[in-house]
Structures are given as structure tokens and as C-alpha cells.
Nanobody, 126 residues
Framework: QLQLVESGGDLVQPGGSLRLSCAASGFTLGSYAIGWFRQAPGKEREGVSCIKRSSGSTTYADSVKGRFTISKDNAKNMVYLQMNSLKPEDTAVYFC???????????????????WGQGTHVTVSS
């Protein structure tokens, strides 16, 4: 059974850093593109970053480019989202998601992603 479990969410001050983790089980990362998404209260879910299934090429939303870094460890079946220079507007529930249907460069639209974790809360506040 394919499963994704996020962790690492916390309360952090503006300018601080967090690293989110996504533990994958039931499948191998090399065959799936992985995306990080977030949803703030009262807002739609938005794509933050994703990593391609094989080459590991990455894509970032403009709002996080230069501050967030996505990476994966195929041996551990883990995907990470390093978040630096956090802002109050980064406050949201963060989800990781997986898809085997995207073969080329990964996308930040949620529609191709078939498997989702339960989310982890990130609050950026002083």
C-alpha cells in the first residue's frame, strides 16, 4: 500500500528555517514524481515545489524560489523540503504527494498527483 507521511512542521519566527520530511512507503521514489503543496486557511491549495521521478530535476513556485530547496534520498525513500527565510505568508498545512503519471518535468498542479500525505502544520509568527 502506497503511503506518504509528512513531518517537521512547527511554529517558527519570521526569518527562521524548517526542514519538512516526507516518508514514502509501498513504492520506490525513482518511479514517482514528488510534489510539495501547501494550503493556508481560507485559500486554495498551491504547489510549492516538485522533483522529477528519475533525474531529480526540480521546479519551484516563484513565491519560494531561492528560499526553499527540495531534495530526495532514494535509499531512504525520503523527500525533504528545506525552508529558509520563512515569512508569515508561508504559514500553511504542507502536503507531499506522488504521481507516476508525470514522466517529464514535474508540475505544480495538484491534478496529476494521485497519492497524498495527511499534512504537517507550519506556522511562521513572532
Amino acid at each position: 500500500q502506497l503511503q506518504l507521511v509528512e513531518s517537521g512542521g512547527d511554529l517558527v519566527q519570521p526569518g527562521g528555517s524548517l526542514r519538512l520530511s516526507c516518508a514514502a512507503s509501498g513504492f520506490t521514489l525513482g518511479s514517482y514524481a514528488i510534489g510539495w503543496f501547501r494550503q493556508a486557511p481560507g485559500k486554495e491549495r498551491e504547489g510549492v515545489s516538485c522533483i522529477k521521478r528519475s533525474s531529480g530535476s526540480t521546479t519551484y513556485a516563484d513565491s519560494v524560489k531561492g528560499r526553499f530547496t527540495i531534495s530526495k534520498d532514494n535509499a531512504k525513500n525520503m523527500v525533504y523540503l528545506q525552508m529558509n527565510s520563512l515569512k508569515p505568508e508561508d504559514t500553511a498545512v504542507y502536503f507531499c504527494a506522488a504521481t507516476a503519471r508525470v514522466i517529464g518535468l514535474c508540475v505544480l498542479s495538484s491534478s496529476p498527483y494521485d497519492y497524498w500525505g495527511q499534512g504537517t502544520h507550519v506556522t511562521v509568527s513572532s
